[in-house]
């Protein structure tokens, strides 16, 4: 079966630091994988997704970047925080199917305070 | 844009009973599907039930259903026998190609569901 997996679990970093989240996929073989954030009492904003080994697609301009350095890897990062970066960061994985829709799943999460 | 709408922020149910939440979804595209995922206190995002927009039979999952009305654009929850457990947000959300490989979804503001003893 497959699961996906985040770290950490939590983060308290001052403002300007740097960032780094991480989400690793097992039990499958090339999947799509996603990133989201989900600030206080608010619905989930897809930030970046990718189809592929070094493909990143951005949906929402920010100082947030996102790499793909393996096929079940995916990390998101900042050179220097800001305080709107705070909130909770999900990733999800779906796979690669004819057609392309097909269920997202939600790996724990990371929560973030920048403060 | 696609647009999600779930118009109820908060519900409460006694433990046992049946609640509905609602969703309505906005799009001009045919081939779509929609699901609805709970957020635990934990905040773990977990798939609820999922619905393909061209399946005319409506998705069930044990205590879960949900009632798909396509022309309406309306696409509810149905939770029977409501357990202490089923205390969470629940998110309506909307997948479509969103253009090239990207199958983006679309997520409602949520609905708080309180079970109660």
């Known amino acids: 079966s497959q699961t996906i997996h985040q770290w950490p679990a939590t983060l308290v970093q001052p403002v300007g630091s740097p960032l780094s989240l991480e989400c690793t996929v097992e039990?499958?073989?090339?999947?799509?994988l996603y990133w989201y954030r989900q600030a206080a009492g608010r619905g989930l904003q897809l930030l970046f997704y990718?189809?592929?080994?070094?493909?990143i697609s951005s949906e929402v301009p920010q100082n947030l970047s996102a790499s793909r350095p393996q096929d079940r890897q995916f990390i998101l990062s900042s050179k220097k925080l800001l305080l709107s970066d705070s909130g909770f960061y999900l990733c999800?994985?779906?796979?690669?199917?004819?057609?392309?829709?097909?269920?997202?799943?939600f790996g724990p999460g990371t929560r973030l305070t920048v403060l | 844009a696609q647009t999600v709408t779930q118009s109820q922020p908060e519900m409460s149910v006694q433990e046992a009973e049946t609640v509905t939440l609602s969703c309505t979804y906005d799009?001009?595209?045919?081939?779509?599907?929609l699901f609805w995922y709970k957020q635990p206190p934990s905040r773990q995002m977990i798939l609820v039930i999922r619905q393909e927009a061209y399946k005319q039979q409506n998705a069930t999952e044990n205590r879960f259903s949900v009632n798909f009305q396509k022309a309406a654009k309306s696409f509810s929850l149905k939770i029977s026998d409501s357990q202490l457990g089923d205390t969470a947000m629940y998110f309506c959300?909307?997948?479509?190609?969103?253009?090239?490989?990207?199958?983006?979804?679309?997520f409602g503001k949520g609905t708080l569901l309180t079970v109660n003893p």
């Open positions: 999800a994985w779906s796979p690669i199917r004819s057609g392309g829709l097909d269920t997202q799943y």
């Open positions: 990718s189809v592929g080994i070094g493909q």
């Open positions: 039990g499958t073989s090339n999947p799509n």
């Open positions: 959300a909307f997948m479509q190609n969103s253009g090239g490989s990207n199958y983006k979804l679309t």
């Open positions: 799009t001009s595209e045919n081939n779509y599907y």
